[in-house]
Nanobody, 126 residues
Framework: QVQLVESGGGLVQAGGSLRLSCAAS????????MAWFRQAPGNEREFVSA????????YYADSVKGRFTISRDNAKNTVYLQMNSLKPEDTAVYYC???????????????????WGQGTQVTVSS
């Protein structure tokens, strides 16, 4: 059974930092591209960042570029999202996702992913 478990969310003031983790089990982690999405109340799920199976290719949404950093440790079956200079508009539930055969050009599309975590809440106060 595949499980993706996110952690590291919380409440932080604007300008602060958080590091999210997503621990995967039940799949060959190094065979999956990994991504982070987020969803604020009343909004659709929004792409944040993706990283290829080896970590050699990385993609960020324009809204987080320069502030967020995605990374992965295939030995630990874990993907990370370092979030710096947080803004109130970053407030959302953050989800990690695993995609086995998605084209890299489709990494921003939620339906391309096979597995999802349960999400972790990030709240940024002004």
């Amino acid at each position: 059974q595949v499980q993706l478990v996110e952690s590291g969310g919380g409440l932080v003031q604007a300008g602060g930092s958080l590091r999210l983790s997503c621990a995967a089990s039940g799949l060959t982690f190094s065979s999956y591209a990994m991504a982070w999405f987020r969803q604020a109340p009343g909004n659709e799920r929004e792409f944040v960042s993706a990283i290829s199976r080896s970590g050699s290719s990385i993609y960020y949404a324009d809204s987080v570029k320069g502030r967020f950093t995605i990374s992965r440790d295939n030995a630990k079956n874990t993907v990370y999202l370092q979030m710096n200079s947080l803004k109130p508009e970053d407030t959302a539930v953050y989800y990690c996702a695993a995609g086995g055969r998605l084209p890299w050009s489709s990494t921003y599309i939620p339906t391309q992913y096979d597995y999802w975590g349960q999400g972790t809440q990030v709240t940024v106060s002004s």
